[in-house]
């Protein structure tokens, strides 16, 4: 059975996002190694234009990501967003040349049967460098980018054919990012949703005079 080199093998997730970038490498590699890495828990593919980033995330990382995740689905709940979500999907392209996986990634509304990409990609940035990922998700027409980086969050809207930066999504508008950020830290995850929904439910009541 074909294994990842092991370099890839042994990387480890417990200090910090680990990375490797190959160079030269053809889209039937970059198709086998998702085949392999398959039956290998924990290492995300990125592939643009011969270049392919293999990264295993650190503990934090994925913590991270998950408590973001919690968030954004209590924010559609309490909202009545349909959301959709579809964790760490590959979503590629052999005519673009591209494939990612996202942290997180979401439909929203009703999905396709079967779509072709995301409405929304969220990446945890953890370690600085790798691939250019707003370049690869705009080959793949992913509408909008989410980065969780410095203690805060950045969006990307696609417009055309480059994604621009905003202060809040384009697709929920409504979500607040500062309340949310407030609850990316301290507490449980757990404790964290539920005092993030508390606040929501708060700013929908009436203020009196």
């Given at each position: 059975m074909a294994t990842l080199p092991a370099s890839v093998r042994h990387l480890d997730a417990a200090h910090g996002d680990q990375r490797v970038r190959l160079h030269d490498v053809g889209w039937r590699e970059y198709e086998s190694l998702l085949t392999i890495r398959g039956e290998q828990s924990g290492v995300r593919l990125t592939y643009l234009e011969g270049e392919l980033e293999l990264m295993t995330p650190s503990?934090?990382?994925?913590?991270?990501?998950?408590?973001?995740?919690?968030?954004?689905?209590?924010y559609a709940e309490e909202r009545g967003i349909e959301l959709e979500g579809y964790?760490?999907?590959?979503?590629?392209?052999?005519?673009r040349q591209r494939g990612a996986e996202a942290d997180e990634c979401y439909v929203l509304g009703t999905p396709a049967t079967s779509p072709q990409a995301p409405d929304?990609?969220?990446?945890?940035?953890?370690?600085?460098?790798?691939?250019?990922?707003?370049?690869?998700?705009?080959?793949?027409g992913v509408a909008e980018v989410w980065f969780?980086?410095?203690?805060?969050?950045?969006?990307f809207i696609l417009q055309g054919?480059?994604?621009?930066?905003?202060?809040?999504?384009?697709l929920l508008p409504g979500l607040d990012p500062e309340l949310l950020a407030r609850f990316m830290t301290g507490?449980?995850?757990?404790?964290?949703?539920?005092?993030?929904?508390?606040?929501?439910?708060?700013?929908?009541?009436?203020?009196?005079?």
């Open positions: 503990i934090e990382h994925e913590a991270l990501k998950t408590r973001l995740a919690r968030l954004l689905e209590a964790g760490s999907w590959t979503v590629k392209s052999e005519d929304l990609a969220i990446a945890v940035v953890w370690t600085s460098g790798g691939i250019d990922k707003l370049e690869v998700y705009r080959g793949l969780w980086r410095d203690g805060g969050l950045r969006f054919e480059r994604h621009v930066g905003a202060t809040r999504s384009g507490a449980t995850q757990t404790q964290a949703v539920r005092a993030y929904r508390a606040a929501l439910r708060d700013r929908e009541q009436p203020r009196s005079n």
